[in-house]
């Protein structure tokens, strides 16, 4: 069992920056991709950065030039760097994993946290 488990989140003056991390926890396990998305009350829940196993990286045009995503092989655990935050940015952001265990594949998710930009 991979477990994600997510920090940084809060409130921030618009233009402020923020930086939410994600940590993967568990035994015998391999991330191969980190994705970072994120939800607002009513909607679905969107893709907003990713990182593949070899550091390439894509991101939404909402937030590209601002936000960046990076991971830490070491630690099993990715960052996303969010700069010029706007109001527009306000919501829960998940963690996700995609990887493999001994037991096959996995794709699992974070609790979540909450990001509130403030005009």
């Known amino acids: 069992q991979v477990q994600l488990v997510e920090s940084g989140g809060g409130v921030v003056q618009a233009g402020g920056s923020l930086t939410l991390s994600c940590a993967a926890s568990g035994s015998s396990f391999t991330v191969n991709s980190w994705s970072w998305f994120r939800q607002v009350p009513g909607k679905e829940r969107d893709s907003v950065a990713v990182i593949s196993s070899i550091g390439t990286t894509n991101y939404a045009d909402s937030v590209k030039g601002r936000f960046t995503i990076s991971r830490n092989n070491a630690k099993n655990s990715v960052s996303l760097q969010m700069d010029r935050l706007n109001v527009e940015d306000t919501a829960v952001y998940y963690c996700?994993?995609?990887?493999?265990?001994?037991?096959?594949?996995?794709?699992?998710w974070g609790q979540g946290t909450q990001v509130t930009v403030s005009s």
């Open positions: 996700n994993a995609h990887g493999y265990t001994s037991r096959g594949p996995f794709n699992n």
